[in-house]
């Protein structure tokens, strides 16, 4: 079984200039989940997609930060402009979804720098 | 905000030895699950205890969950230098499928 995709491993941009990473989840997974990890710490979840529909947003900072996921499938993830605080590793998981918290499949994430 | 708060912080151990690492958690939850990160990896899942469950066991893996006092430890049995990685619980809070993860623990087994 293929695990979560995500691209590209690694990014570095300069402040102010946009970036977005990719994530293909698991086939059949009907959640999608983007965090937020920084460097010591737990990743933080920004926004959870159920299908193609967003559940949760409150930590997704909007000015700055978008997600869509089409067709139910592939998602991105995207910041503009970036700032220095962004600097962070960017994990998608996916799961099955449902009310009582699963578990989650994470994928390798993506390590982003910006100066 | 991150809900789980682990101790310890780091811990450091020689291959044989056993690891303990503790989470304390906030609010009412359907389960709790334990993850390990390897560096520069994505998190893997370990096991999970429901609210209604006091010990579960995988392999070398004992987790306890007390919901009177709001915590739950991973025990390590026999670790070995593969095992050394960051581990972090994360707790799923009743009525929603939202995982709110610690801070966690980061495990270092010398050979």
């Known amino acids: 079984e293929a695990g979560v995709a995500q691209s590209p491993r690694y990014k570095i941009i300069e402040k102010r200039q946009s970036v977005a990473f990719w994530c293909n989840p698991i086939s059949g997974h009907a959640t999608l989940y983007w965090y937020q990890q920084i460097l010591g710490q737990g990743p933080k979840l920004l926004i959870q997609?159920?299908?193609?529909?967003?559940?949760?947003d409150s930590q997704l900072p909007k000015d700055r930060f978008s997600a869509e996921r089409l067709k139910g499938v592939d998602s991105t993830l995207k910041i503009q402009p970036a700032k220095l605080e962004d600097s962070a590793v960017y994990l998608c998981?996916?799961?099955?979804?449902?009310?009582?918290?699963?578990?989650?499949?994470f994928g390798a994430g993506t390590r982003l720098s910006v100066l | 905000s991150q809900q789980g708060e682990e101790d310890p912080q780091a811990l450091s151990i020689q291959e044989g030895e056993n690891a303990t690492m503790n989470c304390s958690y906030k609010?009412?939850?359907?389960?709790l699950q334990w993850y390990r990160q390897n560096s520069g990896r994505g998190l893997v899942h370990l096991i999970l205890?429901?609210?209604?469950?006091r010990e579960k066991h995988s392999g070398r893996l004992r987790v306890t969950l007390d919901t009177s006092k709001k915590s739950s430890s991973l025990l390590i049995t026999a670790s070995r230098a593969a095992d050394t990685a960051s581990y972090f619980c994360?707790?799923?809070?009743?009525?929603?499928?939202?995982?709110?993860f610690g801070t966690g623990t980061r495990l270092q087994v010398f050979p």
């Open positions: 997609f159920q299908n193609n529909g967003v559940v949760d």
């Open positions: 994360a707790t799923a809070r009743r009525g929603t499928d939202k995982l709110i």
């Open positions: 205890i429901r609210s209604n469950e």
């Open positions: 609010t009412s939850i359907n389960n």
């Open positions: 998981a996916s799961s099955f979804g449902g009310p009582q918290g699963g578990i989650q499949y």
